[in-house]
């Protein structure tokens, strides 16, 4: 029952930031995404329900977010078999749950989300392969997503340049 209970709080959490952090960039209380009314804090993290100064109600993502945490928390804790402990696997989840809401609504990555999970990688690869492997692991990764970046410009630039060129040799009609 405690998973339960820990991973719905957790699901509230993840709707918080989700709603929150996209829109006012900052830790702020709980409003209306309709009309920008504060809500109550205890409200908001237990039940998604609708906003008490406009009625609307929140959207059905924050009812999915709340069941997912609980049912991935019961998993979690029946399933501690993982080289993590339950309290840093369920951390884990909060962070990509968060990721994945915030891109898919807003599809946005936010700095201070990418800042919290290289944090959270460095963490675990720590915990798990030692500093030297983890700092090797990152650099590596890091310079693949660099290299992907600049061949995606370097794609851009070159669709670019035939674009212009066949605009320019397709004939002109009256």
Known sequence: VAAIVLGWLLGGVVNYLGDVLPRRRSLVRPFCLHCQAEQSSWFYFLWPAGC??????????????????????VFLWINQSYPLPFWLNLLVWVYFCLVIVID?????????????????????????????ATLFGGATGYGLMLGL??????????????RKLS????PIED
């Open 52 to 73: 008490r100064s406009c009625g609307r109600q929140r959207a059905w993502r924050a009812w999915v977010v709340h069941v997912a945490g609980a049912i991935v928390a």
């Open 149 to 162: 970046y600049w061949l995606g410009n370097v794609f851009v630039r070159l669709m670019s340049r035939r």
């Open 104 to 132: 898919l609504e807003h599809r946005l990555i936010l700095h201070v989300t990418s800042w919290a999970g290289a944090a959270l990688g460095l963490g675990v690869g720590i915990w798990l392969h030692g500093f030297t």
């Open 167 to 170: 605009e320019n040799d397709a």
